[in-house]
């Protein structure tokens, strides 16, 4: 379950790709090993983004 702080960013990473950039987004998930939220957005699927628990986005 991803935390507030990771939904924050997701949100705003989302709103980023979609409106901002015009770019699909193809994957959310979150991996239960580090959890983390990765993001795999971008018409060549080339942008991936990881929102770590605090929110911080890599």
Same mark, same amino acid.
């Given at each position: 379950?991803?935390?507030?702080?990771?939904?924050?960013?997701?949100? =705003?990473?989302?709103?980023?790709?979609? @409106?901002?950039?015009?770019?699909? $987004?193809?994957?959310?998930?979150?991996? @239960? =090993?580090? =959890?983390?939220?990765?993001?795999?957005? !971008?018409?060549?699927?080339?942008?991936?983004?990881? $929102?770590?628990?605090? !929110?911080?986005?890599?």
């Amino acid at each position: 379950m991803p935390t507030a702080a990771q939904l924050e960013s997701l949100y =705003r990473v989302s709103y980023q790709l979609t @409106h901002t950039m015009l770019q699909p $987004i193809h994957l959310v998930c979150v991996d @239960h =090993r580090t =959890r983390n939220v990765y993001v795999l957005a !971008g018409y060549g699927e080339d942008l991936e983004f990881e $929102i770590v628990p605090n !929110g911080e986005v890599f």
